[in-house]
């Protein structure tokens, strides 16, 4: 049971550069999500797509992009990576009714 | 915005007994949702329990228990009979009751022991 799979798993940027997280889901979920977790802090919603293309801007989406082309994907692009962006990112996907919400594994991404 | 605030960040609880994970929230909406997930080491987010803001009545779930003060706008989790498959992150969230939103707002997450 594959779930949802996120690459890559670690990543160092320098200050500048540009990068793409992978995330595809193999559920046939029609809602997918991009979160970040700092330290401390609850998962914060960046990016969400509710099918294919059709995306919308979450809490937090400045700094970054996405798309969702299939249901099975859903990218998420940093442009210009900057310190702030240094986190923990998850992608999610879930059934409308959002009774059980499936996380990949996590991409801790740090940028210097 | 909405925020979302667990202030436990840890606890422990003895099998067989109750524990109570605090969680509030801070919103200009009326209508909500306010949930509890539990997130095991699979990474999967389940579903605890799920409370409609516009419903009085506290939800329940078998072991699972709410206590929603709207006013106060407050939402702990009430675990009885703890039992050793309950160790988990349990993670508060929030989502607004309009069409076509599905920005769910979380708090940072309880990690919840259960010991023997």
């Known amino acids: 049971n594959a779930g949802v799979t996120q690459t890559p798993k670690f990543r160092i940027l320098k200050i500048g550069q540009s990068m793409t997280l992978q995330c595809t889901q193999d559920m046939n979920h029609n809602y997918m999500y991009w979160y970040r977790q700092d330290p401390g802090m609850g998962l914060k919603l960046i990016y969400y797509s509710v099918g294919a293309g059709i995306t919308d801007k979450g809490e937090v989406p400045n700094g970054y992009n996405v798309s969702r082309s299939t249901t099975e994907d859903f990218p998420l692009r940093l442009e210009l990576a900057a310190p702030s962006q240094t986190s923990v990112y998850f992608c999610a996907s879930s059934e409308p009714v959002m009774d059980t919400i499936y996380f990949g594994e996590g991409s801790w991404l740090t940028v210097v | 915005a909405q925020t979302v605030t667990q202030s436990q960040p840890e606890m422990s609880v003895q099998e067989a007994e109750t524990v109570t994970l605090s969680c509030t929230y801070d919103t200009s909406e009326n209508n909500y949702y306010l949930f509890w997930y539990k997130q095991p080491p699979s990474r999967q987010m389940i579903l605890v329990i799920r409370?409609?803001?516009?419903?009085?009545q506290n939800a329940t779930e078998n072991r699972f228990s709410v206590n929603f003060q709207k006013a106060a706008k407050s939402f702990s989790l009430k675990i009885s009979d703890s039992q050793l498959g309950d160790t988990a992150m349990y993670f508060c969230a929030f989502m607004k009751l309009t069409d076509n939103n599905n920005d769910m707002r979380f708090g940072a997450g309880t990690r919840l022991t259960v010991k023997p």
């Open positions: 409370q409609e803001a516009y419903k009085q």
